[in-house]
């Protein structure tokens, strides 16, 4: 159940930024939500929060739960300033700032990838801002040249963004990657990444600038959630045995015949055990 994309906002920055976001009430609409969501989509071609999560706001809205999607800086239709470099504090500020603009304290925060090292960023230097973490495949616990290794991200640089060479059939190629049953990738999925992608700048890619933040992981008190594929093509599942090592409050739900999108390969499994997580926690 993935319904149609819904309305549009955006938050306002001072300087002439603004973020896309979109947000969606528990449903019933009587009922008070028992917590915020905030989702935190990946890097790579033609990403944006919707893209990333559509299978999965309904089902979490329905069990009682106040999503947020928005796209990060320099994706779908928020800004994509190319005089700032993309590092982990300015994706940070953008996730905090928003948060600000809609009058939210606290949140658990659900990223993948790129969105993963945000939620992970945010909660080391604004713990009293987050309540639970849950994380696909994150980013940022890995050094540069680790990722650099695997056979996803080779790939993604092989044929640049904005080069000549990428076309629609090499961002096929690239989304197939990002999962293990290639059937998941279908023309819609292509077009709608392909449409997104006419108005990506390469620069967020180019400047982006993730740290390696295994070392800070055991200040993280706050309870995780953490969902990996063994046939991540993009960031290595041993991630999941670093934050389990590291962090004090964590599970981690490891499955074969799964890719870098958990939360679109197997969504049913994965809105499931979110819902038990949030509810219960690591009882």
Not at 83 to 109: C, K, N, P, Y
Not at 247 to 258: G, I, K, P, S
Request: glycine share 8%; net charge negative.
């Amino acid at each position: 159940m993935t319904g149609q994309a819904p309305a549009s906002h955006f938050h306002e920055f001072a300087e002439g930024l603004a973020l896309h976001y979109t947000s969606h009430d528990p449903q019933p609409e009587t009922k008070a939500a028992k917590d915020t969501l905030i989702f935190i989509h990946g890097s790579g071609p033609g990403a944006s929060g919707w893209s990333n999560f559509k299978h999965n706001i309904a089902p979490l809205q329905a069990a009682g739960y106040r999503c947020v999607v928005f796209d990060q800086w320099g994706y779908g239709a928020s800004s994509k300033p190319t005089d700032r470099d993309h590092t982990l504090a300015f994706f940070v500020e953008g996730l905090l700032s928003l948060m600000d603009g809609l009058d939210i304290d606290r949140a658990t925060l659900v990223g993948n990838s790129l969105g993963g090292a945000v939620a992970l960023g945010a909660a080391l230097s604004h713990p009293d801002r987050v309540n639970t973490l849950i994380l696909m495949a994150p980013g940022g616990i890995e050094s540069k040249e680790d990722y650099f290794a695997m056979p996803g991200i080779q790939e993604m640089v092989k044929y640049p963004m904005g080069s000549p060479e990428f076309d629609r059939d090499v961002l096929a190629n690239l989304l197939t990657l990002l999962v293990y049953d290639a059937a998941a990738v279908d023309d819609a999925l292509i077009d709608e990444r392909w449409a997104t992608l006419q108005t990506q700048n390469p620069h967020v890619l180019v400047s982006m600038a993730i740290p390696d933040l295994t070392d800070q992981l055991n200040a993280i008190q706050h309870p995780i959630l953490v969902f990996w594929g063994t046939d991540d093509q993009f960031c290595p599942a041993s991630g999941a045995q670093k934050l389990l090592k590291h962090c004090h409050d964590t599970q981690v739900v490891l499955l074969n015949r799964c890719g870098h999108w958990v939360m679109t390969e197997y969504p049913h499994l994965f809105n499931r055990r979110c819902v038990d997580f949030l509810e219960n926690g690591n009882a």
